[in-house]
């Protein structure tokens, strides 16, 4: 489960891999996130563990992800596992282009412990969907 306290914002937590165009799968339902199960567990001691969602979708209307902007510097993640609780305080939240997207940076196998969520936003264009990703990063707290 994750939640953010502040933006009274809870979702469930499904293990996701990949679509068939190797991208992140992604949850249909904007009330689910994923987490990238190929890539380190929340809590894990070296790199980023990487949860993606939906802010709305034509099918299922706008989910929890749409408070997601208005998320702060130090703010409370808490993630629930079956194990327990990791804790992260939020460092970055980042607009960033689609074409601008560092993916080597954000699913980092290595390096400090992070937790990254990120969801679309920016302009959202008919013919190519939203333009930009929102990227909230945290630390363990």
């Not at 937590?13 to 068939?20: E, G, H, K, P, Q």
């Not at 412990?113 to 969907?129: A, D, E, M, W």
Request: aromatic fraction near 6%; charged fraction near 20%.
């Amino acid at each position: 489960m994750l939640t953010i306290p502040r933006l009274d914002l809870k979702m469930p937590i499904t293990a996701v891999t990949v679509d068939a165009n190797g991208a992140m799968a992604i949850p249909a339902r904007p009330t689910e996130i994923g987490w990238y199960s190929y890539g380190p567990r929340p809590g894990a001691t070296r790199g980023s563990a990487v949860l993606g969602g939906h802010v709305d979708s034509r099918e299922y209307g706008v989910g929890p992800l749409v408070g997601l902007k208005q998320v702060r510097r130090g703010d409370e993640i808490i993630i629930k596992t079956t194990t327990g609780a990791e804790r992260f305080r939020v460092t970055t939240v980042r607009l960033i282009s689609k074409q601008n997207l560092n993916l080597g940076d954000v699913f980092k196998r290595e390096g400090e412990p992070l937790l990254r969520i990120l969801t679309c936003g920016g302009t959202y264009r008919r013919s190519g969907g939203y333009q930009a990703n929102l990227v909230v990063t945290g630390e363990p707290a």
